[in-house]
C-alpha cells in the first residue's frame, strides 16, 4: 500500500530566485541526490535575475532535463507570493515543496518531510528550528534573538499551532497551497507567516519536522531593517483579520 501511494505521489519543488547563479547548480544536484527514490520536478521562478541566474538554469536543464527542471521566469521581483503562484501553474505534482535557492534549506531534509507526511497524512510539513533537532547556523546573536523573538511574539498573539512561523521550508499538498496563497494578501518577509496561520485557522493538519537553517553561502542577506518593521504590521493585521 505504501510503495503504490509513493509511486502515485508527485512532487513539485517551487525555488523561487534572484541573483542565485552561484547557489541555484548545488542546489539542484543535491534535489536530485537526496530524491532519487521519488517522482519530482524542480520549478525555477526566476525574478530577472541580472548575474545570469536563467543561464546557468538553462545549462543545467542540459544535464537533468527539461522535463525535471523547468525554467518559468518573471521579468522583475514581483514579490514571493506571486512566485510561488506562478509556479503552481506549472506544477504538475500532487504535493509542492517550497524551499529557498541559497542553500540555507539543505535538500536533505527533502525526505523527512515525505516520511513525515506519509505518516500523519498532514496537509503540510513545515521545517522548524524551534525543536529539538532543529537550530541556526551561521547566525550573529542579533539576529537569532530577532527571529526568535519575531516567532514567540507570534505564538503569544495569534496560536498557529506551529513553532517556526517565519520559515519558508514547507511540504504542501497542491491544493492546500492553492487555497492558502489565494487566501493571503502580505507580502515579503510576512508572508510565510500568513501562510501558516491561515492554514491553523482553516483547519488544515500542520506537522513539523525539525531542520538546521544555514545562512546563505553566497550572496548577501534580504533581510534587513524595513522587513522587521513589515512583520510587526503584518502581526497586527493578522491579529485583527484571523
Not at 536530485?32 to 536543464?61: A, H
Not at 527542471?69 to 506544477?91: D, V
Not at 500532487?94 to 497524512?121: C, R
Not at 498532514?122 to 529539538?132: F, M, N, Q
Request: hydrophobic letters at 40%; one cysteine or more.
Amino acid at each position: 500500500m505504501e510503495e503504490r501511494e509513493m509511486e502515485r505521489n508527485k512532487y513539485s519543488i517551487i525555488v523561487p530566485t534572484y541573483n542565485e547563479r552561484l547557489n541555484i547548480p548545488l542546489v539542484v544536484y543535491l534535489i536530485f541526490k537526496n530524491l532519487r527514490d521519488f517522482d519530482f520536478e524542480v520549478i525555477v521562478v526566476d525574478d530577472g535575475s541580472p548575474d545570469g541566474t536563467q543561464d546557468i538554469v538553462k545549462q543545467l536543464q542540459q544535464v537533468y532535463g527539461e522535463d525535471r527542471i523547468l525554467l518559468r521566469a518573471r521579468p522583475k521581483k514581483l514579490g514571493l507570493g506571486t512566485a510561488y503562484l506562478h509556479g503552481l501553474k506549472h506544477a504538475s505534482g500532487n504535493f509542492v515543496f517550497i524551499m529557498d535557492a541559497d542553500l540555507s534549506h539543505h535538500p536533505k531534509y527533502l525526505p523527512s518531510f515525505i516520511k513525515k507526511q506519509k505518516e500523519t497524512g498532514a496537509s503540510i510539513v513545515t521545517g522548524t528550528r524551534y525543536v529539538k533537532g532543529g537550530g541556526v547556523h551561521g547566525w550573529n546573536l542579533m539576529r537569532k534573538l530577532t527571529s526568535r523573538g519575531a516567532n514567540v511574539l507570534a505564538q503569544t498573539l495569534l496560536w498557529p499551532r506551529a513553532s517556526d512561523l517565519t520559515g519558508s521550508f514547507r511540504l504542501y499538498r497542491k491544493s492546500v497551497l492553492e487555497d492558502l496563497i489565494n487566501s493571503c494578501v502580505s507580502k515579503g518577509y510576512v508572508f510565510q507567516m500568513e501562510m501558516i496561520v491561515r492554514a491553523s485557522r482553516k483547519g488544515y493538519h500542520i506537522e513539523e519536522v525539525p531542520i538546521t537553517f544555514v545562512d546563505r553561502v553566497y550572496g548577501s542577506s534580504k533581510l534587513g531593517g524595513s522587513e522587521i518593521v513589515e512583520y510587526l504590521k503584518g502581526l497586527v493585521y493578522l491579529l485583527f483579520t484571523t
